[in-house]
């Protein structure tokens, strides 16, 4: 009797451990057998950790859901942020900084990959978050072409439902590529003007229409301080406006 029973448990063990597969690998939620298990395991055990601000301990457990199920919850990515963030602010070495501000940069993108189509976060959400976050830790040294190619990228996907931070952001990127190189870019700084402001010109009406008022105050003030910063610009000149109109 022992003899059978020790043998359909080890017809059992081997019969999951051999559809055990990662979600990375076969491209489901949680992936199957074991490694389902241990997916669903490690984020019972990252969240706690990670919700109560300990990132050291939430971070091995992090890591494995992360590498090897990212497909399975958003908490992956929304904590993953927090994670990383952490990580960059105890790191005293530059080269080593670089690298996770790189592992963050990889997050949103993969976040875009699993859960870019969510109907409240969905991809222009995230990467105007990305950009944020990028000119936040890199500061002085931040490439303002690499943000308008992020925003850029949204703007012209989502048109006039794109999120207006990213609006905000590419107004911003456009308007310090023009301070680099004022003969090059000011043209393209004039034209970025007028699409952005259509645009939030669209997303103010659609709030007032709605009766969000929250949304309209919001929009309203980025949109003012875009006018702002394009009338103190040096762009707005009687010449460079004809020579686009």
Known sequence: MKSKVFILVLSVFIATSMNAQKGVDNGTQYGSGEDSIRCLTNISLFIPYAKSGNFKDAYPFWKIVY????????????YGVDIINWQIS??????????????????????????GDDK??????????????????????????????????V?????????????SLYMFASFKL????????????????????????????????ANNTKDEENITTRKVEIEKNFALSGAADCETLQSIY
């Open 67 to 78: 590498d090897e199920c990212p497909a399975s919850t958003k908490n992956i990515y929304s």
């Open 90 to 115: 105890q790191e005293q070495d530059a080269a080593k900084k670089e690298t996770l501000i790189n592992d963050l940069i990889k997050l949103y993108d993969d976040r875009v990959k699993y859960f």
């Open 120 to 153: 409240r976060y969905g991809k222009d959400w995230i990467v105007s978050r990305k950009a944020q976050n990028y000119n936040q830790l890199k500061g002085e040294a931040t490439d303002p072409a690499i943000i308008y190619k992020w925003t850029g990228e």
């Open 155 to 167: 703007i012209d996907e989502f048109k006039e439902k794109t999120e207006p931070l990213a609006v």
């Open 178 to 209: 023009m301070q680099g190189d004022m003969e090059k870019y000011k043209a393209q700084y004039v034209n970025d003007f007028l699409k952005t402001s259509a645009i939030l010109d669209v997303q103010i009406a659609a709030a007032k229409a």
